[in-house]
């Protein structure tokens, strides 16, 4: 196989340099537990509280509204019943049709415990509607829980409005960041979000790891229950490298985010120029006004996302697709559902998602290779040879 | 990732024999533009033998569509129409050294596809265009995937399938958004397989009002609601006569094309399983 190009960033990211370097000492020699009265292993309490300074400056915001998780789907699970078992009066939960199944999952076993889901509609380019909500919000609303960016199309919520509402109306509201952490602001100071959740291996540290921020004064109850660390919020004995790695890829992407971003955004939008201009019948799902620097959806008419995604596996090129025959359960992405995105064009999905170590070069192999595999699979297809004629 | 054989990986990069033959004296079809696959199959006949002397294809699928539409040209040139029409799905699947169990409603795609053809060589039946549904004149199951009864019956009987997953696998039927697998199971039992025994609910035969009406209610709650949530949708239980359940659809649900196949797939199935078998549903339209 070619070198990769690896463009599936929303999946996960390499491992930084910089962060592996700081981790290994972790796993070589520093093996103690934190919890221990030794110094051996008492003085990793000390890495581990400096890492979660560095979180906590990701977010500006205070240390102890930090805990680290096992990563996002944790961080979900854990605020969505932290806060409801905080709240046993309220039975009522509004979300959106095209959250993260970290989301939607727990949402779906909690109707069968008997509690009332709203799940918000989106319209054609993936946005909200923010009234819908204000009307959704009841008084046994316990939990809004609403991400940040979305993981397939990139679409980026207004949370900081959406905070405002849902603090107005005196409610909970979570925020699920993982695809929005070290690409977009997260200033806790005026995004009005009780709980955000972020994961270690989107932002280039390593699977295994993640952060909740809970708001200084949230109730919450420990949805995993053990010793006391993470100040009793939080049971299980630490994850110290990946602790350690996660505090240094957020400080590595709180050094340079802005630029960053730029010059993710400058290769996304050139390869979506790019592919729009050499392949006809395409289109880019979502609202592209709102939406992450590093994430492009498009649609090749006629044809079927596996199979793209293959022929460019063939060239190291690495993708994903919203296509059913993709996704393990033979079920279409929920996202572009939600969106109206009709069925034949949900199966030619692809999703570029790009990282602060993607190149132009890399863009412009795949603008010459992605043209004729396109081609190749339409002439293949009989609607596209229908359409011909 | 599928973890696709080498077959089909040879049969993937590049298949052979893509592409239609000119003048051809077969032509089959299957599948369609919302299923996510579909096939054409032309053939080149000698008249005399019923020899297939040339076969190509052209495919809109994933990857192993494609590989099972390219092994299959492969094995029927040289054959004759009676040889071809032995060839069965799992026939297919053996030549590429399996496919992952998901992936099987390829091969049986493949398979249509060349009956359709033989039928055509036969005048049997005309060639339809790509993207109808229910052809084969069978009742529509899968609205997502536009599969009949008649499709998910033959798959049960010819690979022994037991279970609403297995028959997903083979046709694709309630593969997306599940409202139908209250019809699947009824087809499975009915194809007189035997298939996970029913919850303790479904087997009371004896149940008095007040319980029939608590246990509609708590499975309207549990199983139907979330599901009709899901796009939007809603419903609400207007009353109950014997074992006559009266409900109106609300939200995206009311006034939906496909609203009597909620009502008689999905918001029956689920009263069919959980409550008693023999449960009717009205829509009281709003």
Redesign the interface.
């Known amino acids: 196989m070619s070198k990769v190009i690896y463009l599936d960033n929303n999946a996960t990211t390499p491992v930084a340099p910089e962060v592996l370097d700081v981790m290994l000492p972790y796993y070589r020699e520093f093996y103690g537990n934190p919890s221990s009265m030794h110094t051996f292993g008492g003085q990793l309490a000390h890495a581990v509280n400096d890492a979660r300074a560095q979180v906590a400056e990701l977010f500006h915001a205070r240390e102890n509204e930090i805990i680290f998780t096992s990563g996002g789907t944790e961080s979900d699970n854990a605020a969505i019943r932290g806060v409801l078992e905080a709240f046993p009066e309220k039975r009522h939960i509004i979300t959106t049709r095209v959250e993260h199944p970290a989301i939607l999952s727990p949402c779906r076993h909690l109707e069968h415990q008997g509690y009332r889901v709203t799940y918000l509609p989106v319209d054609d380019q993936g946005r909200l509607d923010i009234e819908m909500l204000r009307e959704a919000i009841k008084s046994d609303t316990a939990l809004v829980s609403i991400m940040y960016a979305n993981n397939e199309t990139g679409i980026v919520f207004p949370v900081k409005k959406i905070g405002a509402i849902v603090k107005e109306k005196g409610c909970v509201f979570h925020c699920d960041a993982v695809q929005a952490a070290g690409k977009l602001d997260m200033d806790m100071q005026t995004l009005a979000a009780d709980l955000v959740s972020i994961s270690g291996h989107k932002l280039h540290a390593p699977k295994g790891v993640g952060a909740l921020f809970i708001r200084r004064g949230t109730r919450f109850v420990p949805f995993i229950m053990g010793g006391h660390q993470e100040n009793g919020r939080r049971g299980g004995t630490e994850n110290v490298a990946g602790q350690v790695g996660l505090g240094r890829a957020c400080e590595l992407a709180m050094s340079d985010c802005r630029t960053e971003t730029l010059r993710m955004a400058g290769l996304r939008d050139r390869l979506e120029q790019g592919v729009l201009e050499r392949i006809p019948e395409t289109r880019v799902n979502g609202d592209v006004e709102h939406r992450l620097p590093a994430t492009m959806n498009v649609s090749f008419a006629y044809i079927e996302g596996e199979a793209i995604l293959l022929k460019l596996n063939e060239f190291g090129i690495c993708a994903s697709s919203g296509s059913a025959c993709t996704s393990g359960s033979l079920e279409p992405s929920h996202v572009l559902r939600a969106m109206g995105v009709p069925f034949t064009d949900i199966h030619g999905s692809i999703r570029f998602s790009f990282s602060r170590y993607n190149t132009q070069e890399e863009v412009d192999r795949v603008l010459e290779i992605l043209p004729p595999i396109i081609a190749e699979l339409r002439d293949m297809s009989p609607f596209w040879n229908q359409r011909k004629k | 990732m599928?973890d696709y054989s080498d077959k089909v990986k040879t049969h993937?990069?590049p298949?052979h024999d893509?592409g239609?033959i000119a003048s051809p004296d077969a032509i089959g079809?299957a599948g369609s533009?919302?299923c996510?696959?579909?096939?054409?199959i032309t053939l080149k006949v000698e008249p005399d033998t019923e020899k297939i002397l040339d076969a190509k294809f052209?495919?809109?699928?994933?990857?192993s569509?494609?590989a099972s539409s390219s092994i299959l040209t492969d094995m029927v040139i040289g054959k004759t129409l009676a040889e071809a029409a032995r060839i069965t799905n799992q026939d297919i699947a053996e030549n590429l050294g399996g496919l992952p169990q998901?992936?099987m409603h390829c091969s049986v795609m493949g398979m249509e596809a060349l009956e359709a053809a033989i039928a055509n060589y036969r005048g049997q039946v005309q060639p339809s265009?790509?993207?109808t549904i229910g052809e084969d004149g069978g009742e529509l199951v899968c609205k997502?995937f536009g599969v009949t009864d008649r499709k998910i019956e033959r798959a049960i009987r010819e690979n022994n399938l037991s279970t609403v997953d297995e028959v997903?696998n083979y046709t694709?039927a309630g593969?997306?958004c599940g409202s139908c697998h209250g019809k699947i199971e009824e087809i499975l039992r009915r194809v007189g397989k035997e298939i996970s025994p029913l919850p303790a609910g479904a087997e009371k035969t004896k149940l008095t009002n007040l319980q029939r009406m608590k246990l509609v209610q708590e499975t309207l709650d549990?199983e139907v609601?979330?599901e009709l949530?899901?796009d939007?949708g809603d419903l609400e239980l207007v009353d109950i006569e014997g074992k006559v359940v009266k409900v109106r659809l609300l939200g995206m649900c009311a006034g939906c094309q496909v609203a009597g196949f909620t009502l008689k797939d999905l918001v029956g199935g689920k009263l069919r399983e959980f409550v008693e078998p023999d449960i009717v549903v009205e829509d009281i339209k709003s």
Do not use: S
């Not at chain 2, 996510?36 to 054409?40: F, I, K, Q, S, V």
């Not at chain 2, 052209?58 to 990857?63: N, Y």
């Open positions: 599928w993937f990069l298949p893509v239609e079809e533009l919302v996510g696959d579909a096939l054409r052209q495919t809109f699928g994933c990857g569509a494609i998901e992936k265009a790509p993207g997502c997903t694709k593969g997306a549990r609601r979330p949530r899901k939007g």
